[in-house]
Nanobody, 133 residues
Framework: QEQLVESGGGLVQPGDSLRLSCAASGFTLDYYAITWFRQAPGKERDGVSCISSTDGSTYYADSVKGRFTISRDYAKNTVWLQMDSLKPEDAAVYYC??????????????????????????WGKGTLVTVSS
């Protein structure tokens, strides 16, 4: 069965770190751009970070730049999201998604975007991150 599975979420205090993983089974991530999204209760789903398969380029939402790092391990067929200096506003369900196009940047009909959700081939079911003191 082809699927993405996220793990690594949990309850942490502000300032702590977590590392989320997005593991693929049934297919290889080698040719997919992987994007992490998050959705907090009552809010829209937002793109957090993306890593391309073409050249390894990475992209981050302004809210997480300098704190989050995305990386991929081809041997383990996994993408990681290292989250440092977590803030209460980072609390959300985090999802990973894969797009075969390979590049994070695509044209959505009106603009070139890097953290959009259009055309994803696979979605994970999410992992919950809670940041609270």
């Amino acid at each position: 069965q082809e699927q993405l599975v996220e793990s690594g979420g949990g309850l942490v205090q502000p300032g702590d770190s977590l590392r989320l993983s997005c593991a693929a089974s049934g297919f290889t991530l080698d040719y997919y751009a992987i994007t992490w999204f998050r959705q907090a209760p009552g809010k829209e789903r937002d793109g957090v970070s993306c890593i391309s398969s073409t050249d390894g380029s990475t992209y981050y939402a302004d809210s997480v730049k300098g704190r989050f790092t995305i990386s991929r391990d081809y041997a383990k067929n996994t993408v990681w999201l290292q989250m440092d200096s977590l803030k209460p506003e980072d609390a959300a369900v985090y999802y990973c998604a894969a797009r075969l196009i390979g590049s994070c940047i695509y044209y959505n009909g009106s603009a070139y975007v890097a953290l959009g959700s259009d055309g994803m081939d696979y979605w994970g079911k999410g992992t919950l991150v809670t940041v609270s003191s």
